[in-house]
């Protein structure tokens, strides 16, 4: 797909029926340009459901070059933006979503927090990033903790339970707190236990 100025790719994404606007999405992900991904994000802000859904689940399969931009769209825009910005953020499991995630469980829009939630149970996925989880949730006061833990129990009570066991040992915490590397090892597919090693055990019994 040869680049093409945001607005002429918006105005094609914007005529076509349903099935031509989903293999279009696809192919704006698969073929991602700055105009493309500015696309992309702007779809997020439009009302259609479905083409915002459409857009996150294509926003997630780019990873880092997107992350930051998703990030900053979880503090501005209406609902519903805020709310696919963050469902894309979960389908993407990166650890270093998890913090500001937590933050917007204090949002006053409903659908937003579920949204929060949802995308808090799938960065629990991997191991790393129920540490960053874990540690977004021990900076909460303790009342706001216990609000925390009982969004993510009514969705997945095993990732409830093991949050709540690693609030309770907090020793890991620590060596999780690593935000460059908390990217890299989701991304790169490396566990946790083979980047810290002993390390982690080191510093766990300190």
């Known amino acids: 797909m040869n680049p093409k100025d945001t607005t002429r790719l918006w105005e094609e994404l914007r005529h076509r029926d ?3 606007k989903q293999e279009w999405i696809r192919q704006l992900a698969e073929q991602p340009t700055a105009d493309s991904v500015d696309v992309l994000l702007d779809v997020l802000k439009q009302e259609s459901w479905y083409l915002r859904d459409q857009a996150a689940r294509a926003l997630a399969t780019l990873g880092e070059r997107v992350v930051d931009r998703l990030i900053d769209m979880l503090e501005f825009g209406l609902w519903y933006t805020r709310s696919s910005a963050a469902s894309a953020l979960g389908r993407m499991g990166l650890p270093v979503a998890a913090a500001p995630l937590v933050e917007l469980l204090h949002d006053p829009n409903r659908t937003v927090r579920d949204a929060a939630r949802d995308s808090l149970v799938q ?16 900076e909460l006061p303790e009342r706001a903790q216990r609000f925390a833990l009982d969004g993510l129990a009514v ?3 095993a990732v409830a339970d093991h949050i709540q066991a690693m609030l309770t040992d907090p020793s890991p915490l620590a060596v999780a707190d690593r935000r460059p590397l908390a990217r890299a090892v989701n991304e790169d597919g490396v566990l946790w236990d083979d980047v810290v090693g002993d390390e982690g055990a080191k510093q766990g019994s300190a």
């Open 123 to 138: 960065i629990c996925g991997n191991e790393m990033g129920a540490f960053a989880v874990a540690g977004a949730v021990r």
């Open 155 to 157: 969705r997945d009570a």
């Open 18 to 20: 349903p099935d031509e």
